[in-house]
């Protein structure tokens, strides 16, 4: 019977679909004969039903997983963590999703904007602070992983008012111009000198049997620093203002400001 009151315009696929969805319980349905149109909505109908179903099981699950008190967590917040952690100096106590990166726990919750997102991918350098005195992409490191560590900022490095060394080289050898990549160029910086000071090898670094410090050439500042990516393209000066540090001399200053003159008329 149901053969004959089915339009035969339905394929065989469709019939099929059709029986599934009614289970031989809206027969009515069938009597009254089905047009191609009223069979897509009588799927879209029953496909939205089973649709609210799984949502209304999925909202159950999470309403039994958030605790019943709503002092536990923050509101519309499941995966919440407390860490406390030292930041530029200063202790910090944070609550936050458990898979907030140490970046946006940064910007985002400490207003400490100087590190910036790059590419967001740990490929650009952009993001690299100091944590424990050790360089890293905080756009791939978890806050929650830096707990009872301490995090060191490009805010956090001048003191008492006195810029850092690397900090006053970068400014006197010109080792930027749009400015965004250089905290995490400096912080890099900062951390690759303290490397080649406790005789850290490198790639390209040729004794390896030599212990102290390695002498920092050109060709080893620019592996050591290869992962900070300026788009400028101020190498050259990059190069120059780290090397100057690490010898403790005074390069020729690259560049000066104009005198403004007084012409008396």
């Known amino acids: 019977m149901r053969e004959e009151t089915i339009d035969p315009e339905l394929t065989a696929d469709e019939r099929r679909l059709l029986e599934d969805l009614l289970h031989d319980e ?7 004969g089905l047009q191609r149109r009223n069979f897509l909505k009588q799927v879209m109908a029953a496909g939205g039903g089973v649709l609210a179903l799984q949502l209304a099981g999925e909202n159950n699950l999470l ?6 008190s709503p002092s536990a967590v923050p509101p519309g917040t499941i995966n919440t963590v407390k860490l406390s952690l030292k930041v530029n100096g200063v202790v910090r106590s944070l609550t936050l999703d458990s898979r907030m990166t140490l970046l946006d726990a940064l910007r985002e919750k400490l207003a400490l904007t100087g590190a910036k997102k790059g590419c967001d991918h740990g490929q650009c350098g952009a993001c690299t602070v100091l944590v424990d005195g050790q360089r890293v992409l905080s756009c791939l490191t978890l806050a929650a992983g830096c707990e009872a560590k301490s995090v060191t900022t490009i805010e956090g490095l001048a003191k008492s008012g006195k810029l850092h060394p690397v900090q006053a080289s970068f400014l006197k050898n010109d080792g930027f111009q749009c400015g965004y990549c250089t905290p995490g160029q400096i912080c890099s910086a900062v951390a690759l000198l303290k490397e080649a000071k406790n005789g850290e090898a490198s790639y390209v670094t040729k004794d390896l049997r030599t212990k102290g410090p390695v002498q920092l050439s050109p060709e080893e500042i620019r592996e050591r620093m290869s992962g900070n990516i300026c788009r400028c393209g101020a190498y050259p000066n990059i190069v120059a203002a780290i090397r100057e540090v690490h010898e403790g001399k005074d390069a020729a200053q690259a560049w000066s400001f104009v005198e403004q003159t007084n012409h008396s008329s």
């Not at 809206?26 to 009254?32: I, L």
């Not at 309403?63 to 019943?68: H, I, R, S």
């Open 26 to 32: 809206n027969d009515d349905f069938s009597a009254a």
């Open 63 to 68: 309403a039994q997983a958030v605790p019943a």
